[in-house]
Nanobody
Framework: QVQLVESGGGLVQPGGSLRLSCAAP????????RGWFRQAPGKEREFVAA????????YYAAIAKGRFTLSKDNAKNTVFLQMNSLKPEDTAVYYC?????????????WGQGTLVTVSS
């Protein structure tokens, strides 16, 4: 049963921005950490960033530092990944995950993913 829903992916030109959303039903994963991962064609899934349950602590992979920003709307139980200065190598399916089994890179529950394509 999928309880995490990603949205916001799409086609963007290099240098552009996108904001991904990871929504969960109110009361589900509300106090759990969430993470973002991505998987490019032919490559293994890689960690992007994670945010603590209360939104007060964030952790970014090197690929995301300085370009991507996490935030959380507790009222909507939604986590956002703002991605700026996008590059063609950011093209991937982006997955949201919840309930860290080992902070910040291991999670138990996963969404279905949203495709981000960076191309001119």
């Amino acid at each position: 049963q999928v309880q995490l829903v990603e949205s916001g992916g799409g086609l963007v030109q290099p240098g552009g921005s996108l904001r991904l959303s990871c929504a969960a039903p109110v009361g589900t994963f509300s106090t759990d950490a969430r993470g973002w991962f991505r998987q490019a064609p032919g490559k293994e899934r890689e960690f992007v960033a994670a945010i603590s349950g209360n939104g007060g602590n964030t952790y970014y992979a090197a690929i995301a530092k300085g370009r991507f920003t996490l935030s959380k709307d507790n009222a909507k139980n939604t986590v956002f990944l703002q991605m700026n200065s996008l590059k063609p190598e950011d093209t991937a399916v982006y997955y949201c995950a919840a309930h860290a089994t080992k902070w910040p890179r291991e999670f138990q529950h996963w969404g279905q993913g949203t495709l981000v394509t960076v191309s001119s």
